[in-house]
């Protein structure tokens, strides 16, 4: 599985992105996608994930409320709509793909086998 993040870029405080994710699957059927994000300096860390046959989301106490995770079949594409931003949001985004994720690890890096190579969130206060 090839994934590409896309969307990144410099946007004041307040203000909103969209970020896409592009899987190579024809099928993602069996897949959880998820966004995680990475600061200079800390870990990667959970954002929000979506598991594709149900349309299940999850997200992390940062993004609830203000981030939606989404996803369309044709083409195979994920998306985070990120609302109101704040300095602290300022990151590179990853997404993630995995056919095998459970529930009680959907937050953790290491659940995900198929990553993007990143895009670049900066939030200007």
């Known amino acids: 599985v090839q994934l590409q993040a896309s969307g990144g870029g410099l946007v004041q405080a307040g203000g909103s992105l969209t970020l896409s994710c592009t899987a190579s699957?024809?099928?993602?059927?069996?897949?959880?996608m998820a966004w995680f994000r990475q600061a200079p300096g800390k870990e990667r860390e959970f954002v929000a994930a979506i598991r594709w046959s149900s349309s299940h989301t999850y997200y992390s106490d940062s993004a609830r409320g203000r981030f939606t995770v989404s996803r369309d079949n044709n083409p195979n594409m994920a998306y985070l709509q990120m609302n109101s931003l704040k300095p602290e949001d300022t990151a590179v985004y990853y997404c993630a793909a995995d056919a095998r994720t459970i529930l009680s690890s959907i937050r953790m890096p290491r659940s995900y086998d198929y990553w993007g190579q990143g895009t670049q969130v900066t939030v200007s206060s």
């Open positions: 699957l024809r099928s993602l059927r069996q897949y959880t």
